[in-house]
């Protein structure tokens, strides 16, 4: 008791400056939460929702083309020459070439002349592996065999 008769006589004659040490201790401030986190902070993130896996991607026939025509042929890949969504191409006679496929494993090949215009054309399913250009040079045909 008398120590703190003391400290209060001695506190009424302090300074300003020394009065600090006779101020009661304040409980530790809480942490500002308005100020944005510390940049070594990882913010807090939300999982994103699983994700449905994609199907399994079906594994295509290869289909190759053979020019049996004596010539070198214009072809085309695709639903309509011309269309600018299909690829044209060139195969030398005798030549055996890869045909793109749609992703639904169906192909369109026409013969066409130099200048991209359509003379004859197949459709091809996913179940078909040949395509073939006759040796009149005027027909083409599929099938699952040569």
């Known amino acids: 008791m008398r120590s703190q008769a003391l400290l209060a006589f001695a506190c009424s004659i302090a300074t ?11 409980p530790p401030a809480a942490p500002d939460t308005s100020a ?9 993130s939300v ?16 289909l190759d083309l053979t020019n049996e025509c004596t010539r070198e042929m214009h ?8 269309d600018g969504k299909g690829q044209a191409a060139t195969v030398a006679s005798g030549a055996v070439v890869s045909v793109p496929r ?13 200048k991209g ?3 004859a054309s197949v459709h091809v399913t996913r179940r078909m592996r ?4 006759a040796p ?3 027909g083409i045909e599929a099938g699952s065999t040569r």
């Open 16 to 26: 300003p400056a020394a009065l600090l040490a006779c101020a009661p201790a304040l």
């Open 36 to 44: 944005s986190p510390p940049s070594s902070a990882s913010p807090t």
């Open 47 to 62: 999982a994103p929702p699983p994700q449905e896996a994609a199907p399994p991607a079906v594994e295509q026939r290869p």
């Open 75 to 82: 072809v085309y890949y695709g639903e309509q020459p011309g």
């Open 102 to 114: 749609n992703p639904d494993g169906t192909a369109v090949v026409w013969v066409t002349d130099d």
């Open 117 to 119: 215009g359509a003379l």
């Open 130 to 133: 040949h395509v073939r250009i």
């Open 136 to 138: 009149s040079c005027m």
